[in-house]
């Protein structure tokens, strides 16, 4: 059985960083494309940040120079790491294969911004 499991998220003042996990059971990571969503309470769940296999990655405009995705191949974990965090960044955190490499949905991390 496949299963995502989201770590990392904490309440944090305006400003802070967290950095955000994604390891997998059942199944491999690191050929799939990766993905970190995020869905705010009352909003549709959204894309923010994506990586190739090669490790090429991909962010919305919202959080572009604040976020970085990243994965180790050899742990076969997918980081998001958030720096300069705001009021808005607050939501739970899910990871995900895009398209044809998605996996179904975990649990998520929720992550908290406020002072």
């Known amino acids: 059985q496949v299963q995502l499991v989201e770590s990392g998220g904490g309440l944090v003042q305006p400003g802070g960083s967290l950095r955000l996990s994604c390891a997998a059971s059942?199944?491999?990571?690191?050929?799939?494309?990766m993905g970190w969503y995020r869905q705010a309470p009352g909003k549709q769940r959204e894309l923010v940040a994506w990586?190739?296999?090669?490790?090429?990655?991909y962010y919305v405009n919202s959080v572009k120079g604040r976020f970085t995705i990243s994965r180790d191949n050899v742990k076969d974990t997918v980081y998001l790491q958030m720096n300069s965090l705001k009021p808005e960044d607050t939501a739970v955190y899910y990871c995900n294969g895009l398209g044809i490499h998605s996996l179904g949905w975990g649990q998520g991390t929720q992550v908290t911004v406020s002072s």
């Open positions: 990586i190739t296999g090669s490790g090429t990655a």
């Open positions: 059942g199944t491999i990571l690191r050929s799939r494309t």
